[in-house]
């Protein structure tokens, strides 16, 4: 029996933009978060839950709001953006964030009116660690490459930044697989690393924008390349290589154990990723 793929890549859009100057809207009457939300803004230790160390919330979030508490809103929800999709991480709540919120809701029992109050971030509150990570997730999983996440195809900043949002698309995905354990074998490299490892040259995680996930250990450094596989990560079977892949849904993707094939690696004569 042909086994399923035992990684993919994930690959995200980069979400350096910031709407500047935004101020937290009103909740709609009669949401689920509208039902607790003051009619100002709360203080970071009343009715919007405790004090977070990496960020807290001060008011509710709704369509219409922007700046960047809808911002720090997008990188949590960003692994909820609807099959074939993409999260623009800008800061403005438009209707796909509305929705993403929704889905996001929805996966954990919340009341899905697509409106951020109390409820939904306290829910974020509990899956965050104090570093802003997801909690089944971290940068040194996120990057076996250096230490610095310098010599990519963006700034080191921007490149961790990326990767925050590549593990909130991790953590959905785990969500969306029962909360199993996801194995991360690498994240970003630099030029040189994804060189040494035999990457495309346009591969995304260049950018911070991809991980490799499987069963069994694969760093970001010179190895010996063994033959692809094509399998899913329900598979049990260690993982050789990674298959290349770029769903925008980790939700559509674990549905469907049947990832698409990346269009900036599937041109090449070998799998990369």
């Excluded at 508490?69 to 929800?77: G, M, S, T």
């Excluded at 809701?105 to 899905?112: F, K, N, S, T, V």
């Excluded at 298959?243 to 469907?256: I, L």
Aim: glycine share 10%; hydrophobic share 35%.
């Amino acid at each position: 029996m042909r086994s399923r793929p035992t990684g993919f890549l994930l690959a995200t859009f980069a979400g350096a933009v910031l709407a500047l100057g935004g101020t937290s809207a009103s909740a709609a009457p009669g949401s689920a978060d509208a039902a607790t939300a003051p009619a100002v803004k709360a203080s970071a230790s009343g009715d919007f839950g405790t004090a977070d160390a990496c960020y807290t919330w001060s008011g509710t979030l709704r369509e219409g709001s922007s700046g960047e508490a809808v911002r720090q809103l997008q990188i949590r929800v960003s692994g909820y953006p609807g099959t074939g999709n993409q999260l623009a991480i800008d800061g403005a709540y438009g209707p796909a964030t509305k929705a993403a919120v929704q889905r996001f809701q929805a996966a954990y029992g919340l009341g899905a009116d697509g409106i951020a109050g109390p409820q939904t971030f306290n829910k974020i509150y509990q899956l965050q660690k104090n570093d802003c990570t997801p909690a089944n997730f971290t940068y040194a999983e996120l990057n076996r490459c250096n230490s610095d996440w310098s010599g990519g195809k963006v700034s080191a900043a921007t490149a961790r930044a990326n990767a925050l949002v590549t593990m909130w698309k991790l953590q959905a995905l785990r969500h969306a697989l029962g909360d199993r354990p996801v194995t991360v074998n690498g994240g970003f490299r630099s030029v040189s690393c994804n060189s040494a490892v035999g990457g495309a040259a346009n591969s995304r995680h260049m950018y911070g924008h991809a991980a490799d996930l499987g069963a069994g250990p694969r760093a970001s450094a010179p190895s010996r390349r063994p033959r692809a596989t094509t399998a899913s990560p329900r598979s049990s079977a260690p993982a050789t290589r990674a298959t290349t892949t770029t769903p925008t849904s980790p939700v559509a993707a674990a549905a469907s154990g049947r990832p698409r094939a990346a269009a900036s690696d599937a041109r090449s004569p070998a799998p990369r990723t």
